[in-house]
C-alpha cells in the first residue's frame, strides 16, 4: 500500500489561485484528486499518468492544472479562478489501471470565500 500526503488549500478568496501537493511514498502509474464538496458525494477532478496524460472533471477544465515530478513522487494541482462551489476536501488517489482510486491521502480542506 503507498502512502500519501496532501498538503497546501486553506481559505481562499473567490477568483483567487491555489496549489496543493501530494506526495506518495513510491512510484505510482496513475494519481488523480478527488474532492468532496459539504454534503456531497466524493468526485474526480483530475488525473495524470507517469506520462504525463492529463484527464479533468468539466467542471474544472480551463481553471486546474495537474502535473507531477516523477523524480520526487509528487503531484500538484494548480488551481486558478476559483468558485464558492470549488470548496471542498480535496483528496489525492493512486488509480489503477482503469482509472478507480485504490489508496487515498488523508484530505486537504479548500474553502473558497464569496
Known amino acids: 500500500q503507498v502512502q500519501l500526503v496532501e498538503s497546501g488549500g486553506g481559505l481562499v478568496q473567490a477568483g483567487g489561485s491555489a496549489r496543493l501537493s501530494c506526495a506518495a511514498s513510491?512510484?505510482?502509474?496513475?494519481m488523480a484528486w478527488y474532492r468532496q464538496p459539504p454534503g456531497k458525494q466524493r468526485e474526480f477532478v483530475a488525473r495524470?499518468?507517469?506520462?504525463?496524460?492529463?484527464n479533468y472533471a468539466d467542471s474544472v477544465k480551463g481553471r486546474f492544472t495537474v502535473s507531477r515530478d516523477n523524480a520526487k513522487n509528487t503531484m500538484y494541482l494548480r488551481m486558478n479562478s476559483l468558485k464558492p462551489e470549488d470548496t471542498a476536501v480535496y483528496y489525492c488517489?493512486?488509480?489503477?489501471?482503469?482509472?478507480?482510486?485504490?489508496?487515498w491521502g488523508q484530505g486537504t480542506q479548500v474553502t473558497v470565500s464569496s
Open positions: 488517489a493512486r488509480e489503477d489501471l482503469l482509472g478507480r482510486p485504490s489508496d
Open positions: 513510491a512510484s505510482i502509474f496513475s
Open positions: 495524470i499518468t507517469r506520462g504525463g496524460t492529463t
